[in-house]
């Protein structure tokens, strides 16, 4: 899917970056990207500094790809390609040694009762998230934060959009079923 | 909130695809008309909705903090090698998949035990056994639709007119065309100004549809080399050897049959006594790509659209009467599906069961076909009907890049793909 409208700036800047190597252009990716990419890499793998650490990596490789960037095409896919790609691998490279990764656990000592449950959902959220294959998992964010089409996510994961939608749907209900006992509002 | 409530309603799977604005214009009147007398389909909107939003507000709440300038120093630090990512883009370009090729050609014409190897690990990784009747042999088959073509090509060609409005929609156009006597029904969806791609909308003679039974395959794996190729598990955690000898359906059962025979309208489908993952005894259309016939296969060939592994048969008795192919998830690929039906037959949207990804490693991926039945079918589809049975050919391109740069492009990519 090529580029359009608002992501053809960025493509040209892209662009820039490639024939001059540009860092500035970098630097205005990287305040575009880095708390997108973060919040993606943290809902990922629920750990403060893994996340940074990853997004670091995210972004040096993102400006070692560069020559492979073809600017016809939306940049944020792209990206997001790349932040999946890193952040598979440090899960592949750390399989066993996840469990020892601290995870941030939102406290509910300091909540008042309003927020209590709110971050009882929030823990439990991310629970159920984790029990969702990666795949899945970047889909649904993707989807619902990120609101990227599932055809650039199909594009992004080499997947059908047909596979995209059935994994985002099933997903979705999973999470929603195994989370129906929070009643919340808003 | 209580997401979940437990109701059904057979509009039920529509909501999903409603709330992402994926429903076709007809689907969406329907489904609106339905809402206006259905509470639980509205509380199910509401629900989804909800969770949504919940969703959303809980996971974009996250402790933040920049790195960026130790990212940017990391990144300067870089560009003083940046002659080097040069050397490397050719490299990565042209060196390196020349040398592959001729390190791969070395290895097979080489060391013909590793091929022999590899080959063999390839095509027993399972075979998949249908239950049902099809009775065409793979000769026949063949045969079915040599003589097919040959009878055919004296009828109008309108190849010529393609693109050529026959009707504009809402959000894409459908044109029909006809080729050597095979009606082609063509489906153009824009999706913005950049994207298109080509379905099948079939326009004349009008048709009705119905559900079909999904796929009932019995997986038999006859080795444990599944490791070597790095099998993954499904997504139900089962392992490869749990498939053995296991009968499982496909995943979906939205699937339409269209009577080409009979000019009513389009009918709903019924699918109410059809639930998803239930076995069904009788199969009238699997996931079969039997091998694209000889003259197609020459012609598309140069187009290196088709990288294929051959990883499944289908048998009837002792009969190996198809083969799927799996191909490859490329960005563009072409792929001829060929599939057998008996006379109410359909098309659906095709996933394969196991689709090698990068690097040769294998992803189990689910078989669906969507709920909606205009919007899903992204194939360019030709017919032919023998006494009993329908052929129908598929080409589903199932990419958007490089052959959709542009609408010309496109359709001459379209007018280049010859059947005889």
Known sequence: MKANGGEVMESEQMLKLLTKGDTGSFEQLVDNYEKKIYGYIYTMIRSRETAKDITQDVFINIYKNLYKYDPEYPIKPWIFKIAYNTTMNY????KKHLSDIPIDKLSTSTASKDNSGKIDFKNELYTELNKLKPICRTIVILRLIEDMPFEQISCMLNISVSSVKHRFYRSKSTLMD??????LEG | MNWRVNMSCKYEKYIEQYIDGDLSSRRKKEFDAHLKDCKSCKNMI???IDFNNAFISAVSDFPFESNKSSIISEAKNMKKNFGVHSI????????????????ACLLIYNYKPVYKCVSKAFSNVSQV??????NLSYSNLNNTISSYLEKNTNSSSKIDTFGQDAKTAESHKIYSIKKNGSKLFVYINYLGEEFCRLGDIEKEPKFSYNVLSPALIVVENKNNKCSIIDFKAPANGESPEDFIRKTFPSAYVNTAIYDLKNNSDMKEAVNEKIKPWVQFSDMNLSKLKIPIPKNMRIVMNPSKDCPQNTLCYFYEGNNRIGTMYVTHAYPEFLLLHQVIAPPMCAITHLDDIITPIGNGKL???TYSTEPDTTSCY???TAFIQTKDKKFYFCIEITTTEKIYESKNKFINYVKSIKFK
């Open chain 1, 91 to 94: 899960i592949r490279k750390n």
């Open chain 2, 88 to 103: 490397m883009h050719l490299l990565y370009k042209f060196v390196l998949p020349a040398a592959a090729a001729i390190a």
């Open chain 1, 178 to 183: 195994n989370l129906k006992k929070y009643e």
């Open chain 2, 129 to 134: 056994i249908t239950l049902n009747s099809v």
């Open chain 2, 378 to 380: 992204n194939d360019l």
């Open chain 2, 363 to 365: 992803e189990y991926m």
């Open chain 2, 46 to 48: 509401s629900e989804s």
